[in-house]
């Protein structure tokens, strides 16, 4: 069991139990943007039972991703993990996501599936990460690592005008992948014996996965002085 409480914020019950993510995206609670809030305060704004959702959390493995307890990684080290974990295979498989999901929009076309709109928010996803993580490779993570290496009040100040666009575009990608995942019923394949309608149903939700833990770390860790 891990103990976790009502009182606990959302912040961290993931770093002490980074599974829950799974458990908060099925009753949609946004712990990227609200990682601040308490378990309870989430339960009031929302429809979940409080009981049920803490006994599921106490429930959840304790595994780490690849082994590794970032709860205990200093700002330097999560920054490293970051651009070595995500940043080479989003920018890899975006792009070739993107197009499949395209494909299986025009395969429905003529049906009554959404994927036309779930196609159209997964390119804004595309676009607006491709740009995100080029803009911190180049710009923003450099001054992060001068901020908390040597406590830059000059990186400080050049961060915070970068950090509020960041803060608002994870607020969009958040909203997007929300939608996505409404209409296509928790990424349910509207055709199971359909091998590219799993395919991509299985890939977006992975990628949602991944998406999420990368902004999460950034908002609730990273961020957190110039927010």
Known sequence: MSNINETMKLKDILFKVPSSAGVFREIDIDFVNHGEKTLKESHEEGSFNLENIIYELNEQSKERIEGIDISYMDQTSIIK????????????????????VEKLSKKYKKEEVEYDKVAELFYNIYREMTVHIETEQSDVYPLLLTYYEENSDAAYEA??????RLLDEHKNIVHWFKQIRSLTNGYTPVDSNEPLNVFVMKKLEENEDNIMTLLHLENNLLFTPFR
Not at 159 to 164: A, V
């Open 159 to 164: 961060l915070k005008p970068h950090i509020t």
């Open 81 to 100: 993990y970051i651009e070595r974990k995500y940043y080479e295979d989003l920018l890899d498989e975006l792009p070739v996501l993107n197009d499949y």
